[in-house]
């Protein structure tokens, strides 16, 4: 397990990269010209392809059982299917977001009504849980939703991806509690350390390197929590037809 999950990290976290890459070049080309438009466009959407493989390969290696770069020819194959799937979380993720939006513009109205409704003064209480579901949604929910699509994908026939029973799946109780737990503790609190340096640390290249160092390690971190997240998914998938 400790194998699969560091080969999955590195993975993900060099193609990753490979993809960060892409679009600091699309931020350093100029498009001044018809040609270096298109080269903008070209660097986009090879970002965007292989944010897509790395996750799908991840995904089908370990619910295959394979290294993850043998399966990029069928995640490839897939990438019409991840389309569909982003979309689907892109409606879930951008309404939570649409929501709590609406609610913070019409908090004074809820205030009122809960005054008049009950003379409820304390709704602090009200407007911390809307925010706090929307971040379980966007966080948490979202994550588990794309990782079981994958393996999903992977491991099931395409109907069963079509018809949205990942959805379902992706509420399985292990699934939601490992996403959240490797958010907490791979993403949310180490972030918070940011901006810490050692108080003896002097403002000269030797800072520099501890922030390079610090930036990698949350990086590799995030990337352990997802695919912590991926392996949990894939143990979740009914067994591979064959067909990959």
């Known amino acids: 397990m400790i194998a699969t999950l560091l080969r999955t990290t590195l993975w993900l976290g060099v193609v990753d990269a490979l993809a960060g890459a892409a679009l600091v070049g699309f931020l350093y080309?100029?498009?001044?010209?018809?040609?270096?438009?298109?080269?903008?466009?070209?660097?986009?959407?090879?970002?965007?392809?292989?944010l897509l493989l790395s996750s799908a390969t991840a995904s089908h290696g370990l619910v295959h059982g394979v290294a993850p770069w043998s399966s990029v020819g069928a995640a490839a194959r897939h990438l019409p299917l991840m389309l569909v799937v982003l979309m689907v979380l892109g409606i879930l993720c951008g309404g939570a977001g649409w929501f709590e939006s609406w609610f913070v513009s019409h908090a004074g109205e809820v205030d009122a009504a809960a005054i008049v409704a009950?003379?409820?003064?304390?709704?602090?209480?009200?407007?911390?849980?809307?925010?706090?579901?929307?971040?379980?949604?966007?966080?948490?929910?979202?994550?588990?939703?794309?990782?079981?699509?994958?393996?999903?994908?992977?491991?099931?026939?395409?109907?069963?991806?079509?018809?949205?029973?990942?959805?379902?799946?992706?509420?399985?109780?292990?699934?939601?509690?490992?996403?959240?737990?490797?958010?907490?503790?791979f993403v949310w609190v180490p972030w918070r350390y940011v901006y810490w340096r050692p108080r003896f640390l002097s403002a000269s290249s030797v800072e520099v390197v501890f922030a390079g160092a610090k930036l990698?390690?949350?990086?590799?971190?995030?990337?352990?929590a997802w695919a912590l997240t991926l392996w949990t998914?894939?143990?979740?998938?009914?067994?591979?037809?064959?067909t990959v």
Not at 29 to 50: C, H, K, R
Not at 151 to 180: D, F, N, Q
Not at 216 to 224: D, E, H, I, S, V
């Open 29 to 50: 080309t100029p498009e001044a010209n018809v040609l270096m438009l298109g080269v903008s466009t070209l660097l986009i959407v090879v970002a965007a392809v292989l």
């Open 118 to 185: 009950g003379d409820v003064t304390r709704t602090s209480w009200v407007h911390t849980g809307v925010h706090w579901i929307v971040v379980l949604v966007q966080w948490i929910l979202v994550p588990a939703w794309f990782a079981t699509a994958l393996a999903w994908i992977a491991g099931c026939e395409k109907r069963h991806v079509l018809t949205l029973k990942w959805l379902a799946a992706g509420l399985h109780w292990r699934i939601l509690v490992v996403t959240l737990v490797a958010v907490m503790l």
């Open 216 to 224: 990698l390690l949350l990086y590799l971190l995030a990337q352990g």
């Open 233 to 242: 998914t894939a143990r979740r998938v009914p067994a591979p037809s064959g």
